[in-house]
């Protein structure tokens, strides 16, 4: 992609970081530099063919200006690498004065070039932060809008932005539109029972769903779900020559719809709820069962469990797909190493299409999940909507493999803590259905000191603990428990005389607060080596050599008995009880101390 300017000046705007400048501070294109810089204009329409195309992953960008400098053509020119594997970032090939970098004997040379290209792990993850946060903020300000411009409820708010996108992301096939976009333009306003706003957007949604070979099942209860906004609640009436669903409509195709793109693997709709329930109540909300994980922890346990290319991973309370989005993050990036393209491609679809698999009864959180896994290329073949305790049997329940057990090796779970045992009753369910592998419970601590029982101590039984994470304070103001993530060996009955890990990891290098209007960068702030500290948790429990030393003096490792109740930090932290000299010097100080101001202020008739 190339794109010519004729001023001196106009090859390229960079920001700070020397990143080409195609936004703006609220996260839009910056259609001011994209026009007049050649960098930024080759730049813009190269991302437009990654983002649009499904034939090509990667692209070079050139950007050349040229004028007259005494009568002479003087050049500059510039060419950037851009890739899906690169998050779409426009990297420096290299300076040339023309084009023959490109020519036939040289390719050999780009190509070494381009291939040595790659996003250091800190610019793929400070990507990954800035989309979440310009995300957050819009939703944020949409849900404002909701509340306070269009009164619209707390009931239908999830419900609306969830169909609103699913409405405007159509669907493409082999480079033809199957599904198109929903556009401004197909909503008339009109009054007709069948061709009202509402109804507009549910058929169009209706074809997305069936476009992405939803089964039946799944669409009629999505349906029935929408149904209570799109044509209930009546928001398609018209109000100054627009319906409430069309004013909604444009600020989701303006500042939610661009930021979409699966190979980010953002847990979006996971954000969408979190900014949500920021501002409506959550159901149960007193017994914290419906507060989604935070996507680190989501990824830490993912990597306690080892999860790669082969693992099947199971989640039986779902919520909006989290746990389940970062183990295919991990899954797909173990999978890309396969040379074969054409093997790597046909991993990464059996990845997307059978080693995944989650369980949500409530139909909100259900409805957003699916959307979730369609949104990171369409791993929602096996969500499904039942209650796992009473009416999931352990099967696959659509597809090839229909009513097969799944082979689940790999357990993650934020289970709901009101429920039996604070939840463990989810863990010994789906961990007496799997013959091994790994499983990271994130729960309440004292699930683990009693309150866990009878299940705490059957799970011995099968499997073992072998590591105890004391958490920090990761909910902030969601849910007022203190949790822990409890990670086992599954399939092996525990050992009395084997050690377990416990970890102290209240100080893990964040710093939070809750502020409702905040942005997640100003809520969460990485204040002390946050990267490093969870890097260290996981070398720590893998036992793999560490490359930091922060928790030295906040590890333990001990044993349990099989009763299933001592399972907590703080009941294998060993304090020292026998006095020192120094003990003593204080206590004698303090004591004198003491002494001398009864004497002073006249409290006592004793003297030294």
């Known amino acids: 992609m190339v794109e010519v300017k004729g001023k001196q000046h106009d090859l390229e705007k960079l920001d700070e970081d020397n990143f080409v400048l195609n936004q703006d501070k609220a996260g839009q294109p910056n259609y001011t530099n994209i026009q007049k810089y050649a960098v930024n204009g080759a730049v813009h329409y190269s991302n437009a063919i990654l983002n649009y195309t499904d034939t090509y992953e990667e692209v070079i960008a050139i950007g050349i200006t040229g004028w007259l400098e005494n009568k002479e053509v003087k050049t500059k020119l510039k060419a950037y690498y851009l890739s899906d594997k690169n998050l779409g970032i426009a990297k420096l090939i290299d300076n040339y004065t023309d084009f023959g970098f490109l020519a036939q004997k040289n390719l050999d040379e780009l190509t070494d070039k381009i291939d040595s290209i790659n996003l250091t792990e800190e610019e793929k993850e400070k990507q990954t932060s800035n989309l979440e946060n310009q995300i957050e903020i819009n939703l944020k300000n949409l849900n404002q809008e909701m509340q306070e411009v269009h009164s619209i409820s707390e009931d239908y708010r999830v419900k609306l932005i969830s169909g609103l996108i699913m409405a405007g992301l159509g669907v493409e096939k082999d480079g033809k539109c199957i599904v198109a976009p929903l556009e401004l333009s197909d909503l008339k306003g009109e009054a007709g029972a069948k061709t009202h706003d509402g109804m507009v957007i549910l058929n169009k949604i209706e074809s997305f769903l069936a476009e992405k070979k939803l089964p039946e099942q799944k669409r009629e209860m999505i349906k029935e779900v929408l149904g209570l906004v799109f044509i209930y609640s009546k928001l398609y009436e018209v109000e100054n020559d627009e319906s409430k669903l069309k004013k909604v409509y444009k600020k989701v195709k303006d500042e939610i719809l661009p930021f979409f793109n699966p190979k980010y693997h953002i847990d979006f709709t996971g954000r969408l709820f979190n900014v949500l329930n920021a501002w409506v109540k959550v159901p149960d909300g007193s017994q914290n069962d419906v507060v989604l994980t935070p996507r680190y922890v989501c990824e830490l346990m993912t990597k306690l469990c080892q999860v790669n290319e082969n693992s099947y991973v199971w989640d039986y309370a779902t919520g909006s797909a989290g746990f389940l989005i970062s183990a295919m993050k991990e899954m797909i990036k173990k999978a890309n190493t396969i040379a074969d393209p054409n093997l790597r491609n046909q991993k990464i679809m059996h990845i997307k299409a059978y080693q995944l698999l989650g369980v949500e009864k409530l139909p909100d959180i259900y409805m957003l999940a699916v959307l979730n896994m369609i949104l990171m290329g369409d791993g929602s073949s096996n969500i499904i909507h ?51 592998g790994k499983a990271a419970v994130l729960i309440q601590e004292n699930a683990g000191s009693g309150n866990g029982l009878p299940y705490t101590e059957r799970i011995l039984k099968n499997n073992t603990l072998i590591a105890s ?59 002390d080596h946050a990267d490093e500290r969870y890097k260290e948790i996981i070398d720590i429990v893998l036992g793999n050599k560490k490359e930091t030393h922060y928790f030295d003096n906040c590890t333990i490792e001990d044993t349990i008995t099989l009763n299933g109740n001592d399972w907590t930090y703080n009941q294998h932290r060993k304090i020292d009880t026998t006095p020192t000299e120094q003990d003593f010097k204080k206590t004698v100080a303090d004591y004198l101390s003491w002494k001398v101001s009864t004497i002073l202020k006249g409290e006592t008739n004793e003297n030294f």
């Open 386 to 436: 039942k209650n796992s305790l009473t009416e999931y049997n352990g099967t696959y329940e659509m597809g090839d493999h229909n009513g097969e057990p799944f082979p689940a090796d790999v357990f993650l779970l934020n289970p709901p803590y009101s429920a039996d045992g604070k939840g463990f009753v989810f863990v010994e369910k789906a961990l007496n259905r799997m013959k091994k």
């Open 469 to 527: 994470i004391h958490m920090s304070d990761i909910f902030c103001g969601k849910a007022g428990v203190q949790t822990a993530i409890y990670v086992f060996d599954v399939g092996t009955p525990h050992d009395k005389n084997k050690l377990v890990k416990f970890v102290d990891f209240s100080n893990d290098g964040y710093t939070r607060q809750n502020r409702k209007k905040s942005s997640a960068n100003v809520n969460l702030k990485n204040t």
